[in-house]
T-cell receptor
Framework: GQNIDQPTEMTATEGAIVQINCTYQTSGFNGLFWYQQHAGEAPTFLSYNVLDGLEEKGRFSSFLSRSKGYSYLLLKELQMKDSASYLC??????????WGAGTKLIIKP | GAVVSQHPSRVICKSGTSVKIECRSLDFQATTMFWYRQFPKKSLMLMATSNEGSKATYEQGVEKDKFLINHASLTLSTLTVTSAHPEDSSFYICSARVVDTHTEAFFGQGTRLTVV
């Protein structure tokens, strides 16, 4: 079966750095997405990785290792507005999006 | 990115009535749209894949007669929750993607359905 694992919840302090991990086992791989979802709102796109390595976009970076079936989302200089759920999703060989359960990130002052 | 508009954002209805939710892709032709349901503190649960001009493909466990999907044009898909019951109360979200590519999914704003 297809499976995506990410921690249920994480807590971090404003101004700090946090890393949210995602591991996956899927039928094929055509890329991995990270989305941010605030409570009661739809997800918004953060990043896409298909090649190994680190993609940096402002305060957010995403890393991928295809051989390890592993990705992480790195958030720097945390702000209170970063409190949200972060969803990891993988495109399988049929270009179907497989969603993780999401990681709820709580930012404390 | 592309814009997907979902309407209504919130709806309250009585048990036994039907509710229609619309999902429109405003600036691209979405031959395929996806309907998700999300329970509190849970991730997205794919309900069905809506294909323009053909029948929707439902995920296992989703009642097709309960959740009617119509994808009549390249820019509009609708989800009708028929004979709604309180257990149907949930957050419903649509998304559109260019299939068979690596492009991201564009989401509608979501619809909070409350059945009383």
């Amino acid at each position: 079966g297809q499976n995506i694992d990410q921690p249920t919840e994480m807590t971090a302090t404003e101004g700090a750095i946090v890393q949210i991990n995602c591991t996956y086992q899927t039928s094929g791989f055509n890329g991995l997405f990270w989305y941010q979802q605030h409570a009661g709102e739809a997800p918004t796109f953060l990043s896409y990785n298909v090649l190994d390595g680190l993609e940096e976009k402002g305060r957010f970076s995403s890393f991928l290792s295809r051989s390890k079936g592993y990705s992480y989302l790195l958030l720097k200089e945390l702000q209170m507005k970063d409190s949200a759920s972060y969803l990891c999703a993988v495109l399988d060989s049929n270009y179907q999006l497989i969603w993780g359960a999401g990681t709820k990130l709580i930012i404390k002052p | 990115g592309a814009v997907v508009s979902q309407h209504p954002s919130r709806v309250i209805c009585k048990s036994g009535t039907s509710v229609k939710i619309e999902c429109r892709s405003l600036d691209f032709q979405a031959t395929t749209m996806f309907w998700y349901r999300q329970f509190p503190k849970k991730s997205l649960m794919l309900m069905a894949t809506s294909n323009e001009g053909s029948k929707a493909t439902y995920e296992q466990g989703v009642e097709k007669d309960k959740f009617l999907i119509n994808h009549a044009s390249l820019t509009l898909s609708t989800l009708t929750v028929t004979s709604a019951h309180p257990e149907d109360s949930s957050f419903y979200i649509c998304s559109a993607r260019v299939v068979d590519t690596h492009t991201e999914a564009f989401f509608g704003q979501g619809t909070r359905l409350t059945v009383v």
